[in-house]
């Protein structure tokens, strides 16, 4: 049975990624070639990747030398260096939005780049998982959202199963509880 996963901000072929995101790597093509190693280590062919934008930028080479190489049926959240990709790459994707509501098991999960502070069904239970910081807002969680970006994550995609249980150690939603709206003390 196909898995399903989920990553952001791969940046391939992107040399300056390296030292902006103080990525352990020593060229963009050590960089390239242990992103894919690390993908493919964990994705299967059949399996479904939902990559949250940023896939590819500055490289020389088109993002679909890069999306050829890799495991599974690859789905893009755009991101805001994936206009070239978009342009020129669009065959290798499953499908392109911009953001997307998606359903796993019940759980229903909103699918953007960016963070947000708020999204669809927040404070009924419904997930957010995002890319662009980098890592940034790790250590300042909000709720059940997350950063899926490799940065985050050890260079690699994360299963839905674990993120599942990372949810799980998440506080619901902190404007609501049981049902009724917290007033804000000033």
Not at 100 to 129: F, N
Not at 181 to 186: A, D, T
């Amino acid at each position: 049975m196909p898995d399903t996963f989920f990553t952001s901000d791969t940046h391939f072929g992107h040399q300056s990624i390296i030292r902006l995101s103080n990525r352990p790597f020593n060229t963009v093509s050590d960089m390239n070639e242990a992103l894919i190693s690390n993908w493919n280590a964990v994705i299967r062919p059949q399996d479904t990747v939902w990559h949250l934008g940023d896939f590819s930028m500055g490289s020389d080479q088109p993002a679909s030398v890069f999306a050829d190489r890799l495991n599974g049926k690859i789905h893009l959240i755009q991101g805001n260096h994936d206009d070239k990709t978009v342009r020129d790459c669009a065959e290798s994707f499953e499908s392109i939005d911009v953001i997307r509501t998606i359903s796993l098991d019940s759980q229903r999960i909103v699918l953007c780049h960016y963070p947000m502070r708020e999204w669809d069904k927040a404070w009924r239970g419904s997930w957010h998982l995002f890319g662009h910081v980098h890592g940034r807002l790790d250590e300042t969680p909000f709720s059940k959202s997350l950063d899926v970006g490799v940065d985050s994550n050890q260079y690699r995609p994360l299963a839905f199963e674990e993120i599942r249980a990372i949810m799980q150690d998440k506080e619901d939603y902190p404007h609501f509880a049981g049902g009724e709206v917290r007033k804000r003390r000033i």
